[in-house]
């Protein structure tokens, strides 16, 4: 059973448990009754301003339930909602719009487009403007002719684009809920969420979703300055579920009391995004929560592999193994299956899978869909008793300070340099900014250091600078010529303690 | 002047003993009343003690807002030691140097927070009211309120901070002052009923010590409001408080212009809403009071003289090009170069009194910055008095540079890059920039070979992060005024071009 579009769940919700909360915003809490009516009378709002089925609309706005209640208005107008970066500068998000074929923009009130798109500006005041209507405007399309778009990061130019149907988030659900069931993720009233980041992060989406989908309480913090704001906000609840990121567990640990958990009272919290290392997993499980999961998935699949609490003390170094209705290969670069052990590229075929790429998006890119598999663009091997190895991930991203860097940026702009023979940039944990930038460089001929500085800084913004320069004669690599990132990152890892210690 | 209080801890207990189920402090869903405040305060006291914190020690806090701080803090006060609050924002060799030179040895610091050399390091985590839980009794110093102090730091010249140390007393006196203030000009009787006082900036900007005793003393409540990344949230958060009274930035009031509807009000909620910390102008203020909250109001002080003037919104039609008049109690005069006070309609320095805080050490060596002499207080300010009294402000004395919310002394940036052998001239000067506020850009004129690099290793080893020059050109010559200063106003237009030819 399944509803045709995913904003029918609220609907369904209001008629059934019409005075259960839904969405809490400091101070202000809504019931699944008063949703329901604003994302009605949003549907109407929007039939006002001339956007209707199929039109992408993207949305650039932080964490709140306005936002909350046009997304699933947009979605029950049958529109197209793409989530949109809130901090992209008003020309990248009119690029980005343009490059996509968006007919409007949705920004925050003070925000200023340049010409090349309709922006609308969500007022502060914007739940009190609906309520002077009345109405619903629901689409009659079904559920595989509905579509979300989300817009992979990219740094340096476009994002990259991947079309979801309903029925496919609807699937993802269903995942989710046989792969969480042990701790009762989606068992009613569902534990409390606690939306730890912007939606627009496929995975925090996600479980906003599953929790409106099974009519249960999502709290949505505002964007915090401090991270320590985000750790006593999860403390705050009881009953919580969240997911979190890489950075957000190190900040866990390193806040954790000695000699007590740091959420007692958590129900269960998964990470996903970026990798953890192992020891980081088995502090989070003795400091942190006992109910932590890790997830490993990708915009175009949601999720591949699941990592257990009760797996992380003997396989922390792994993923975990891949959820039910994800079958997982390693193949060559020829497509070949390769043995147990082997690492290669990691292909899946499940009814998870997006739609595939927005159709204007033909980017030569790592991740793929096509005959029928998809490709995350990672590296990864299955070991004998099927759990997932990673080795490096496509999207390089690193997080220095409160920015994304793109590694594969800043590699190409160090190798644009005449001097520089090959590059690879990773980030290694750093205490204080979350990540920092690592270059590796492989000299051709002379070059001199301040030299290479001096290149950095006239073709690289300051986060994407790299905090350290190693310079060694070949860059690790694995069968098929592709990057050993783990080694390098090791590489920079043992460096950076000998410098600091 | 009314019988007031000792200790900045005694208003609490009051309201515990005669309202004690009144509300003290609303912090994301924790609301504590007076009567426990005041319980974990009077432990707190007793945790001080056994840690050996004794009367008169200075103590550090490195936190972000939250109940636990105030706790803490108050608890510190109610011992007679010192409060020294910190910046979260400083690196740790600045935390050290500065705990160093004002003798900070106790520092309670956010459990993640890394290691500051030289100082005894308290993790304050999330579970730290465990610490104090089985703590009973009360520790009040009988030291009177003219004794107590607290320090107060403000951007320095070299990256750590020069301090100010104001008595209990004079929060106390201030906190009246204030209240009378707004008795006279909004006809309140009394501010604690149903008022919630929104702290939304971090303690160790004076003014929002002086809020929370305020709101203290009053016997308000106050509701911590996190620091966001974007003011949408923050806007979010004013909205959400019926009978709020709040303090904010002239940057924030511009976002709420911006964000304001055509009819209504923003922030229909408000009581009070207060602005200072640098000028508006006066259509700004216009627009406050026509589309944000008719209770605007500003104020314009300094570290030294405290509340120098206010401006109520009813002043706000004829007088929003002046930041107001003293309070009650106060005196300004306008003086100039030798000290000569000046008569009403004629530009020269502001001074001040009574004054509210003094420098710990030395007075700085910069020119233009704030200076206590003789008595007075002058904030370093340039203005006038018009016939009705209303301080008219021209500018900062010296030009200060105000780069992502830290005060920056162009002075001290000059000096240090002047000190290169290889430096003829410069001049520093801050330019707007639609992310930074200002930007810090340096004109330099070489004496013989310099390279652009050594220039910026040189300024990295001797300035703050936050102080280093954002932009440097290079230049033959510096374009000066009679008294041979840079034209600083050439320097910026020179700037704005070529910051503008680079970017096109």
């Known amino acids: 059973m399944a509803w045709d579009n995913l904003s029918d769940a609220i609907f369904d919700h209001a008629a059934q448990q019409p005075d259960a909360p839904a969405l809490i915003e400091g101070p202000t809490a809504l019931s699944y009754r008063s949703v329901a009516a604003l994302v009605a009378r949003a549907s109407v709002f929007l039939q006002g301003l001339g956007i209707g089925e199929r039109m992408r609309i993207g949305i650039a706005l932080g964490n709140s339930i306005d936002h909350v209640i046009l997304y ?28 996509y074929n968006m007919r409007a923009i949705f920004t925050e009130a003070h925000v200023a487009l340049p010409p090349g798109v309709a922006q609308h500006r969500l007022m502060p005041h914007w739940r009190e403007q609906l309520a002077a ?83 249960g309480v999502t709290i949505i913090p505002p964007d915090f300055a401090k991270p320590i704001e985000l750790v006593r906000t999860l403390a705050a609840y009881d009953d919580v579920v969240g997911f979190v990121t890489a950075n957000m567990c190190r900040l866990f640990i390193a806040a954790a009391p000695d000699g007590a958990l740091l959420f007692p009272r958590v129900r269960m919290l998964v990470a996903g995004g970026l990798p953890l290392y192992p020891d980081e997993k088995r502090a989070m499980i003795r400091r942190v929560t006992p109910h932590f999961y890790e997830g490993y998935g990708t915009s175009g699949i949601a999720v591949i592999s699941s990592l257990a609490p009760a797996e992380i003390p003997a396989k922390a170094e792994s993923v975990g193994r891949p959820v039910a209705g994800v079958v997982v290969d390693i193949v060559d670069d020829r497509d070949q299956p390769l043995p147990v052990g082997s690492y290669g590229n990691i292909r899946c075929r499940s009814e998870l899978v997006s739609l595939g790429r927005c159709g204007d998006d033909q980017r030569d890119s790592a991740e793929q869909f096509r005959d029928g598999w998809y490709y995350p663009g990672d590296i990864g091997a299955l070991d004998a008793e099927g759990y997932l190895h990673l080795r490096g991930r496509v999207a390089e991203i690193i997080r220095s300070g409160a920015t994304e860097v793109f590694g594969p940026d800043v590699t190409a702009a160090i190798a644009a340099h005449p001097a520089v023979a090959d590059a690879a940039v990773v980030g290694i944990p750093s205490p204080t900014r979350g990540e920092e930038v690592v270059a590796f460089v492989v000299k051709r001929g002379t070059l001199e250091h301040e030299e290479l500085v001096r290149h950095c800084r006239a073709v690289l913004t300051p986060p994407q600078r790299p905090e350290r320069i190693y310079y060694i004669d070949a860059l690790p690599r694995i069968a098929g010529g592709k990057l050993d990132r783990a080694q390098l990152q090791s590489l920079a890892l043992s460096q950076a303690m000998r410098r600091g210690g | 002047m ?225 620091e966001y990344n974007r003011t949408s949230d923050l806007l979010r958060a004013f909205a959400a408080w019926e009978n709020a009274v709040a303090f904010v930035t002239p940057n924030t009031c511009r976002y709420f212009l911006r964000v304001a509807p055509p009819t209504g009000m923003l922030l229909p909620n408000f009581r ?94 910069f020119p233009g910055t704030e200076r206590i002499e003789d008595g007075w207080c002058y904030p370093a300010d340039i203005g006038f008095l018009d016939a009705q009294g209303y301080l008219h402000l021209k500018g900062r004395a010296a030009d200060l540079i105000r780069r992502e919310g830290t005060e920056i002394f162009a002075p001290e940036i000059e000096g240090v890059i002047a000190s290169h052998p290889a430096v003829a001239e410069v001049a520093v000067i801050g330019v707007p920039s639609p992310t930074r506020g200002e930007e810090i850009v340096a004109f330099v004129v070489k004496h013989g070979a310099l390279d652009h690099d050594e220039l910026a290793r040189y300024c990295r080893t001797r300035l703050a992060p936050e102080r280093l020059p954002d932009r440097v050109f290079y230049a033959d010559s510096l374009p000066k005024l009679a008294g041979q200063k840079p034209d600083r106003l050439r320097l910026q237009a020179l700037a704005a071009a070529e910051i503008a030819r680079k970017s096109g």
Request: with cysteine.
């Open chain 1, 133 to 215: 209507l009345s109405g619903d405007h629901r689409s009659l399309l079904g559920p595989d002719e509905l579509h979300t778009i989300t817009l992979t990061t990219g740094s340096t130019g476009v994002p990259g684009g991947i079309m979801t149907t309903h029925r496919q988030f609807w699937r993802r659900f269903e995942s989710q809920r046989a792969i969480f069931g042990a701790h009762r993720l989606y068992e009613p009233p569902g534990g409390t969420l606690v939306l730890t980041a912007s939606i627009r992060y496929g995975a925090f989406f996600r479980f906003l979703l599953g929790q409106i989908l099974v009519g």
């Open chain 1, 72 to 99: 699933f208005a947009l979605m029950r107008i049958g529109a197209v909602p793409a989530e949109l970066p809130v901090e992209d500068s008003g020309e990248k998000l009119v690029a980005t719009a343009q490059r």
């Open chain 2, 2 to 226: 009314t019988m007031d209080y000792d200790n900045l801890s005694d208003p609490i207990f009051h309201h515990a003993h005669t309202r004690p189920d009144a509300i003290a402090v609303i912090d994301g869903r924790e609301r504590l009343d007076y009567r426990n405040f005041a319980a974990l305060v009077a432990k707190a006291s007793i945790y001080l003690r056994d840690l050996g914190v004794a009367e008169g020690d200075r103590v550090g806090f490195l936190l972000t807002n939250t109940i636990d701080h105030l706790v803490l803090m108050f608890a510190v006060a109610r011992i007679g030691a010192t409060i020294v609050e910190l910046s979260i924002e400083d690196n740790v060799e600045t935390l050290a140097a500065t705990a160093a030179k004002y003798d900070i040895r106790t520092i309670f610091a956010e459990a993640h927070a890394p290691a500051i050399a030289g100082v005894r390091q308290i993790p304050v985590g999330l579970f730290w009211r465990r610490e104090i839980e089985g703590k009973s009794g009360d520790h009040r110093t009988a030291a009177p309120g003219e004794k107590l102090l607290v320090i107060m730091l403000t951007t320095g010249s070299t990256g750590i901070p020069s301090a100010w140390s104001l008595t209990h007393r004079v929060f106390f006196r201030t906190s009246e002052v204030h209240e009378e203030r707004w008795r006279r000009a909004y006809k309140w009787d009394s501010l604690r009923e149903h008022a919630h006082f929104l702290l939304a900036y971090p303690l160790r900007f004076c003014w929002f010590q002086v809020l929370v005793v305020l709101q203290m003393r009053a016997g308000a409540t106050m509701v911590i409001v996190p």
């Open chain 2, 272 to 365: 009070l809403l207060e602005a200072g910390a640098g000028p508006l102008a006066a259509e700004e203020k216009r627009g406050m009071i026509a589309h944000v909250t008719p209770n605007f109001a500003e104020i314009y002080g300094s570290t030294g003289g405290g509340l120098i003037t206010a401006l109520t919104a009813e002043e706000m039609s004829d007088k929003a090009d002046t930041v107001g008049r003293p309070p009650p109690g106060a005196t300004i005069e306008i003086v100039d170069r030798d000290g000569r006070v000046l008569p009403s309609g004629e530009t020269g320095e502001v001074r001040c009194r009574p004054l509210w805080a003094l420098r710990v050490g030395d007075e700085p060596k």
